[in-house]
């Protein structure tokens, strides 16, 4: 469902969702976890970032030692930690062969552990698991003394939701309650949101990141969980699919036959289920424990008070200088509570946007009689337009920068772009404000870019001599550009300095665009046919593929039976492309004749002669996202409403003309229902969109 009346509406569908669930039972706690439960309880409580545990990361009631790590600088404690682990591993193989005199210390702790009657096998296999695991009680305590400005709010939006209120502890495990946490992987903000699926919930851009703000940001969690309890239909699995991923739990469901946690947390084997994925649950459960009882851990604390933040809603575009001088408060004080808004704002390069939510300290007074002292001429109705760069056949990041007297940094910052980015030919670089146009000529483009539910920049285009012929682009109509020039985009901050390759010199190419009113240049994704990878993919880039994907529950793996699940926009000739293979080829080895197309959940047998599974599945996955980042560009998930199927209807119907949904986005909050099956009476959830018009 489109929304298409006022900002308003949109507002309060953040908060209220439109699906009535039951009041959800408590979390279950198997007995069979508590073990690990205990493990993760002891982690934030009793051990600080200077300890850690030496234990079996199956076992987790079997701890080694705890190791007091060195002061002096990470490698040293890396050195600590990996010492003590190998003292271990040394140990538990020792006993294994049978050594029972002369026992060192830790060899008598191995004996202490596991007892007499060990036998060989499970001592060597437990010499394979020993892991290190670095305390949290000081950042633990650090959070609850956080917490106090938000967990009122965090509790109150869970309840609103209907979900478990123990999820309402989960950001002391996600981020120590800090909104402004950012991962090595990405994710950031109080819930660690990567930015593909937090794109789906919340702006992020090159002038916003809501996952830094801690409101939305629990708003985004709230509907998030939503979903993943809508497709699992069991909390505990919902909860561990906030890390793992609604398909990764569905495959879990399937794989083991039970949706019962403890035992999936046994026996469930994925590549990307590992330590951490495992353990979500549990450490979830430690920090409810924790959070109910901070007095018994810590002692008292001295707790933040909720935050008394007014909210302004801006009625256009303003400079931050201005709002600053008008409210006569300090952007050092404003920006702690305004962490959305990035660098670009602050240094005056970009307008605050229209319909931001400025949130001042309470003291200020009326802030709606200080924005009325706001002179006329202060206010906007467009936003500051953006510079870009044409990438153009051969260059690199390396020689972009210098051009403009801009730093890898700041183009990977500003892009969003991993540090390990290949840039493409025809990729347009967002270029940091202030940088010089190196005289280029300026050219108007007449482009017309897809709408937006909130403010984003548009642009013009500047280029080096000759000028181009304006060009015409047809009406909200997405760019789209051939595989080979795609880029794969993966939001992190710049940790690292991306691959890249000495390029010949240049002529730089410019882009600016005219500022046009809630518009936004596309993301350059590939929506078509992306060719198999000339370089395998590893284990950790496919992981890295689905973890982009977090949110759909769509199974894009290959089974061991090297068959697939067909999902939505795939067809017979896209496999045939990812696999380097002809589209008959398939056909025969599945018994089809040349006319017929292949049906969503149909399984379909692959030939892979001339590529690899994960070759395929690389493809696969970088297909379906840049079909959903082309379209999580232009909209957002604000609520879930309620359909009861009624006789005439299919999910076509309510996707294309009922509700305006992409048939793709309503099977992700419907997973299990047969698009060719959908009965009278069926119950369909529907996702509701902020529509460019809201």
Request: proline share 8%; aromatic share 6%.
């Given at each position: 469902m489109i929304i298409r009346s006022s900002l308003l509406l949109s507002l309060l569908l953040l908060v209220t969702p439109l699906v009535a669930h039951a009041a959800p039972e408590p979390l279950a706690r198997p007995a069979a976890l508590e073990p690990a439960v205990t493990f993760w309880r002891r982690v934030y409580t009793e051990i600080t970032t200077s300890e850690g545990f030496v234990h079996d990361d199956e076992r987790l009631d079997i701890v080694y030692e705890t190791v007091r790590l060195s002061n002096s600088n990470d490698r040293a404690r890396g050195s600590s930690a990996n010492e003590a682990g190998a003292?271990?591993?040394?140990?538990?193989?020792?006993?294994?062969?049978?050594?029972?005199?002369?026992?060192?210390?830790?060899?008598?702790?191995?004996?202490?552990?596991?007892?007499?009657?060990?036998?060989?096998?499970?001592?060597?296999?437990?010499?394979?698991?020993?892991?290190?695991?670095?305390?949290?009680?000081?950042?633990?305590?650090?959070?609850?003394?956080?917490?106090?400005?938000?967990?009122?709010?965090?509790?109150?939006?869970?309840?609103?939701?209907?979900?478990?209120?123990?999820?309402?502890?989960?950001?002391?495990?996600?981020?120590?309650?800090?909104?402004?946490?950012?991962?090595?992987?990405?994710?950031?903000?109080?819930?660690?949101?990567?930015?593909?699926?937090?794109?789906?919930?919340?702006?992020?851009?090159?002038?916003?990141?809501?996952?830094?703000?801690?409101?939305?940001?629990?708003?985004?969690?709230?509907?998030?969980?939503?979903?993943?309890?809508?497709?699992?239909?069991?909390?505990?699995?919902?909860?561990?699919?906030?890390?793992?991923?609604?398909?990764?739990?569905?495959?879990?469901?399937?794989?083991?036959?039970?949706?019962?946690?403890?035992?999936?947390?046994?026996?469930?084997?994925?590549?990307?289920?590992?330590?951490?994925?495992?353990?979500?649950?549990?450490?979830?459960?430690?920090?409810?424990?924790?959070?109910?009882?901070?007095?018994?851990?810590?002692?008292?604390?001295?707790?933040?008070?909720?935050?008394?933040?007014?909210?302004?809603?801006?009625?256009?575009?303003?400079?931050?200088?201005?709002?600053?001088?008008?409210?006569?408060?300090?952007?050092?004080?404003l920006e702690p509570i305004n962490l959305s808004l990035k660098s670009v704002v602050w240094n005056g390069s970009k307008r605050v946007p229209k319909g931001y939510e400025f949130r001042v300290p309470h003291a200020v007074g009326d802030p709606q009689r200080l924005l009325a002292a706001l002179p006329r001429d202060a206010w906007n109705s467009n936003q500051t337009a953006d510079l870009y760069h044409v990438v153009q056949r051969g260059e690199t990041l390396s020689a972009i920068a210098p051009r403009y007297g801009a730093r890898v940094a700041d183009l990977v910052a500003i892009n969003s772009l991993s540090s390990s980015a290949r840039i493409k030919a025809g990729q347009k670089l967002i270029l940091p404000a202030g940088v010089s146009k190196n005289s280029a000529e300026a050219v108007v483009d007449q482009g017309v870019y897809p709408t937006v539910p909130v403010e984003a920049p548009a642009t013009v285009v500047v280029a080096a001599k000759p000028a181009p012929k304006p060009v015409q682009k047809p009406l909200a109509k997405p760019v789209v550009v051939a595989a080979a020039a795609a880029p794969t985009v993966v939001a992190q901050p710049p940790l690292a300095k991306p691959v890249v390759e000495e390029a010949p010199t240049v002529e730089p190419q410019i882009v600016e665009q005219p500022i046009v009113e809630q518009t936004v240049v596309a993301p350059i994704v590939a929506v078509d046919r992306p060719a198999t990878p000339a370089t395998p993919p590893t284990a950790e880039t496919i992981e890295n593929q689905q973890r982009q994907l977090l949110a759909d529950p769509s199974d894009y793996s290959v089974a061991d039976d090297r068959t697939i699940l067909v999902q939505e926009d795939e067809t017979i000739g896209h496999y045939a492309d990812w696999l380097g293979v002809r589209a008959g080829d398939l056909r025969r080895v599945n018994a089809m004749r040349g006319t017929s197309a292949v049906r969503v959940g149909q399984r379909l047998k692959l030939d892979f002669s001339k590529s690899t599974p994960e070759q395929f599945e690389s493809a696969r996955l970088a297909y379906h996202q840049g079909i959903q980042e082309l379209f999580f560009s232009t909209h957002r998930i604000v609520a879930t409403n309620e359909h009861v199927v009624k006789a005439g209807e299919s999910i076509w119907v309510l996707a294309d003309r009922r509700y305006n949904v992409p048939v793709w986005l309503l099977r992700q909050y419907n997973p299990d229902l047969d698009p060719a099956m959908v009965r009278p009476a069926t119950r369909v959830v529907i996702p509701v969109l902020a529509s460019p018009g809201a």
């Amino acid at each position: 469902m489109i929304i298409r009346s006022s900002l308003l509406l949109s507002l309060l569908l953040l908060v209220t969702p439109l699906v009535a669930h039951a009041a959800p039972e408590p979390l279950a706690r198997p007995a069979a976890l508590e073990p690990a439960v205990t493990f993760w309880r002891r982690v934030y409580t009793e051990i600080t970032t200077s300890e850690g545990f030496v234990h079996d990361d199956e076992r987790l009631d079997i701890v080694y030692e705890t190791v007091r790590l060195s002061n002096s600088n990470d490698r040293a404690r890396g050195s600590s930690a990996n010492e003590a682990g190998a003292r271990y591993v040394r140990a538990l193989r020792a006993i294994a062969a049978g050594k029972r005199a002369k026992l060192s210390a830790a060899e008598q702790r191995v004996m202490e552990l596991w007892g007499p009657n060990i036998d060989k096998a499970a001592l060597t296999a437990a010499s394979e698991r020993v892991r290190f695991q670095l305390g949290q009680a000081n950042r633990f305590r650090e959070g609850l003394v956080r917490a106090g400005a938000w967990q009122a709010f965090v509790r109150k939006t869970m309840a609103d939701a209907d979900l478990p209120p123990e999820i309402a502890s989960l950001p002391h495990v996600e981020s120590s309650f800090n909104p402004a946490a950012r991962s090595k992987v990405g994710a950031a903000g109080m819930w660690q949101f990567m930015s593909s699926t937090g794109r789906r919930f919340m702006r992020i851009d090159n002038i916003m990141d809501e996952r830094l703000d801690p409101y939305k940001s629990t708003r985004a969690a709230a509907l998030l969980m939503r979903q993943n309890y809508e497709v699992t239909r069991a909390w505990p699995l919902a909860i561990t699919a906030y890390n793992h991923g609604a398909s990764g739990m569905r495959r879990a469901i399937a794989q083991v036959g039970t949706d019962d946690i403890a035992v999936i947390v046994r026996k469930y084997k994925s590549r990307s289920f590992g330590f951490a994925s495992r353990n979500f649950y549990t450490a979830l459960l430690a920090a409810v424990d924790v959070d109910r009882e901070p007095d018994r851990y810590f002692g008292p604390l001295d707790r933040h008070p909720p935050d008394n933040s007014r909210v302004l809603v801006l009625p256009d575009y303003v400079p931050i200088g201005a709002l600053v001088k008008v409210l006569g408060v300090d952007a050092d004080d404003l920006e702690p509570i305004n962490l959305s808004l990035k660098s670009v704002v602050w240094n005056g390069s970009k307008r605050v946007p229209k319909g931001y939510e400025f949130r001042v300290p309470h003291a200020v007074g009326d802030p709606q009689r200080l924005l009325a002292a706001l002179p006329r001429d202060a206010w906007n109705s467009n936003q500051t337009a953006d510079l870009y760069h044409v990438v153009q056949r051969g260059e690199t990041l390396s020689a972009i920068a210098p051009r403009y007297g801009a730093r890898v940094a700041d183009l990977v910052a500003i892009n969003s772009l991993s540090s390990s980015a290949r840039i493409k030919a025809g990729q347009k670089l967002i270029l940091p404000a202030g940088v010089s146009k190196n005289s280029a000529e300026a050219v108007v483009d007449q482009g017309v870019y897809p709408t937006v539910p909130v403010e984003a920049p548009a642009t013009v285009v500047v280029a080096a001599k000759p000028a181009p012929k304006p060009v015409q682009k047809p009406l909200a109509k997405p760019v789209v550009v051939a595989a080979a020039a795609a880029p794969t985009v993966v939001a992190q901050p710049p940790l690292a300095k991306p691959v890249v390759e000495e390029a010949p010199t240049v002529e730089p190419q410019i882009v600016e665009q005219p500022i046009v009113e809630q518009t936004v240049v596309a993301p350059i994704v590939a929506v078509d046919r992306p060719a198999t990878p000339a370089t395998p993919p590893t284990a950790e880039t496919i992981e890295n593929q689905q973890r982009q994907l977090l949110a759909d529950p769509s199974d894009y793996s290959v089974a061991d039976d090297r068959t697939i699940l067909v999902q939505e926009d795939e067809t017979i000739g896209h496999y045939a492309d990812w696999l380097g293979v002809r589209a008959g080829d398939l056909r025969r080895v599945n018994a089809m004749r040349g006319t017929s197309a292949v049906r969503v959940g149909q399984r379909l047998k692959l030939d892979f002669s001339k590529s690899t599974p994960e070759q395929f599945e690389s493809a696969r996955l970088a297909y379906h996202q840049g079909i959903q980042e082309l379209f999580f560009s232009t909209h957002r998930i604000v609520a879930t409403n309620e359909h009861v199927v009624k006789a005439g209807e299919s999910i076509w119907v309510l996707a294309d003309r009922r509700y305006n949904v992409p048939v793709w986005l309503l099977r992700q909050y419907n997973p299990d229902l047969d698009p060719a099956m959908v009965r009278p009476a069926t119950r369909v959830v529907i996702p509701v969109l902020a529509s460019p018009g809201a």
